[in-house]
């Protein structure tokens, strides 16, 4: 392997990994809370299973943002989750 082909294999940009460590748990937590607010079941059932949604989104977030093209479509892909769910609960208001 080539000095360069090295150099461009290990380059990962900052924003990408930011992307990573701070917008997939967001991502993951809005996730949670939607699926927790919009199940038809109440009280400790929704919360079991928005608490138990969590960990998945942002373990499967946390493996596929690094393989984005860069840092603005890794955040392109947070926010393209993250506005919808975010504007669907406003919309909802409190129960």
């Given at each position: 392997?080539?000095a360069g082909q090295?150099?461009?294999?290990?380059?990962?940009?900052?924003?990408r990994?930011?992307?990573?460590?701070?917008?997939?748990?967001?991502?993951a937590f809005a996730v949670?809370?939607?699926?927790?607010?919009?199940?038809?079941?109440?009280?400790?059932?929704?919360?079991?299973?928005?608490?138990?949604?969590v960990l998945p989104?942002w373990?499967?977030?946390?493996?596929?943002?690094?393989?984005?093209?860069?840092?603005r479509?890794?955040w392109?892909v947070?926010?393209?989750?993250?506005v919808?769910?975010?504007?669907?609960?406003?919309?909802?208001g409190p129960?």
């Open positions: 392997m080539s090295g150099d461009k294999a290990a380059n990962h940009s900052v924003a990994t930011l992307a990573v460590v701070v917008g997939a748990p967001l991502v949670g809370a939607a699926v927790m607010a919009f199940l038809p079941v109440s009280g400790p059932w929704a919360f079991a299973l928005g608490f138990h949604v989104v373990v499967g977030l946390a493996c596929t943002l690094p393989l984005a093209r860069n840092g479509v890794a392109g947070c926010l393209a989750v993250v919808p769910v975010a504007v669907a609960l406003v919309l909802r129960r």
